[in-house]
């Protein structure tokens, strides 16, 4: 997909830094002590044996020579801020990343249709570590744009098949016993540009409309029992919220009963951001994340599903036989892998760590494999704790690079039983017509020369 974006030299790290090379090892010999370093000291070796033609690759991008440590004037020297006072605690009292990320943000798909109010950003997941989304970081999808409301003025009603309606002020709902849970969100369109192949160039634009929180607040299912709620049989409650796109979603009780479903306040520690939906949004875990209400501002409970325009129109699967698929909101098991992905670079031939974020809306992720011969052969990776349910899960898995071309893969299983499927398995079932819950097999093929590009294998 073209060559990956180039920085200028001294702005900002360059990506992915991650990738060790050739010239480690030495270190990576003097630590290993079998087991699993035995691996990576094999991968080196063969890495060593290749060094000449890497280094060819090294001048062909224009590299600055490497020195060896004893000639490194970045030890001999010492810096400036080894020898002279730093700066002083943040004036402006809230935490800045360093200068040198500025290329870690979230980033407009330049494929979407430009509005006024651009609705999508996508978060770099190509970038992240770990489980948790920063909250700078995290993806935005708004249908009519973002609010900064006044909490002082901001209400929650519930009503319907309730004893009394009630209405709640933030600080009235900040009284109430909370829970905090960590859930990954995904909108229902993430990857759907890929149902076209349309192959977009990196991780994050096919996957980052997903991000992870530790979210926080007060289940709804207590609110709905404070207002003397009719929880006999089968019921729905209808979310809404208070932007001017008055989003409006269904959401069956059997999700809420459980206490799952939060109303909440809080996201990382602190309260949301207005992007987010400060100062209220409905967390509903495991479903897509339009029914995640911003700005919530009314709950309603009645016995049927409410059809409203988001649910009819929107967020529908057209099926093979022409048909709509409705209320198709359980994000199914999926993974890719983040690293090496479409637009990075393989410095050199040698050990590398894949990794990447599996998730599944109806649990938690049992198994990830992967492959690097494009579906043919699989194995088993490592699933970094902690592995929660409906949360994204990392999943790490050693690798040799030999230097020839190869097609990476991941494949997820949840605790269901479930398999990530191809796209030759879900165009199966799905048709080729869709837009929403593409949940198939990503493939990343690895260049001769090191870069990284998007491919759609069936």
């Not at 909101?329 to 031939?349: A, H, N, R």
């Not at 040698?350 to 043919?376: E, M, Q």
């Not at 398995?425 to 998007?454: D, F, M």
């Amino acid at each position: 997909m073209g060559s990956p974006i180039q920085q200028q030299p001294g702005q900002v790290r360059k990506a992915p830094e991650n990738f060790v090379d050739a010239e480690g090892v030495r270190t990576v010999f003097a630590q290993a002590q079998g087991g699993r370093r035995d691996f990576i000291r094999n991968a080196f070796a063969a890495a060593v044996a290749g060094t000449a033609a890497s280094s060819a690759l090294a001048q062909s991008q224009q590299q600055q020579p490497r020195v060896t440590a004893d000639g490194d004037p970045a030890i001999l020297q010492l810096p400036a801020h080894s020898t002279g006072l730093g700066q002083p605690v943040v004036t402006d009292g809230y935490g800045k990343p360093s200068k040198y990320e500025a290329n870690v943000q979230r980033r407009q798909s330049p494929g979407l249709t430009p509005t006024a109010q651009a609705s999508v950003s996508f978060a770099p997941l190509q970038s992240l570590f770990g489980i948790v989304t920063p909250s700078g970081l995290h993806f935005e999808r708004h249908h009519q744009g973002w609010w900064d409301i006044d909490p002082s003025k901001h209400r929650l009603m519930i009503n319907g098949m309730v004893k009394a309606a009630k209405v709640f002020t933030l600080d009235e709902l900040m009284r109430l016993p909370s829970v905090s849970r960590f859930h990954f969100i995904e909108c229902g369109a993430n990857t759907g540009m890929e149902w076209g192949n349309v192959a977009v160039p990196t991780a994050q634009y096919t996957h980052g409309m997903l991000s992870c929180s530790e979210f926080t607040g007060v289940p709804l299912i207590t609110l709905l029992e404070m207002a003397g709620a009719d929880l006999k049989g089968e019921r729905f409650v209808l979310a809404e919220g208070a932007d001017g796109s008055s989003m409006t979603r269904t959401i069956p009780m059997s999700l809420i009963r459980s206490g799952e479903v939060l109303v909440a306040y809080g996201q990382n520690g602190e309260m949301l951001r207005p992007e987010q939906g400060y100062p209220l949004r409905l967390v509903v875990p495991g479903v897509q994340g339009v029914s995640w209400v911003k700005y919530l501002r009314r709950i309603e409970l009645g016995d049927q599903p409410y059809g409203t325009k988001d649910e009819t129109v929107h967020y529908v699967d057209l099926m093979p036989d022409g048909q709509h698929r409705q209320y198709t909101s359980i994000q199914e098991c999926k993974s890719v892998v983040t690293t090496p992905s479409g637009g990075q670079m393989l410095l050199d031939k040698g050990f590398y760590n894949i990794t990447g974020l599996a998730w599944s809306g109806r649990g938690k992720v049992k198994r990830v494999d992967v492959s690097v011969d494009g579906g043919r052969n699989w194995r088993t990776a490592r699933l970094e704790s902690p592995v929660l349910s409906k949360c994204l899960t990392r999943f790490n898995i050693d690798w040799a690079w030999d230097g020839t071309p190869a097609v990476i893969q991941s494949r997820a299983m949840d605790d269901t039983g479930y398999v990530q499927p191809s796209y030759r398995q879900l165009r199966a079932v799905r048709g080729t017509r869709s837009i929403y819950h593409n949940n198939a097999i990503q493939s990343w093929q690895v260049q001769q020369s090191g870069e990284v590009a998007n491919v759609q294998l069936s």
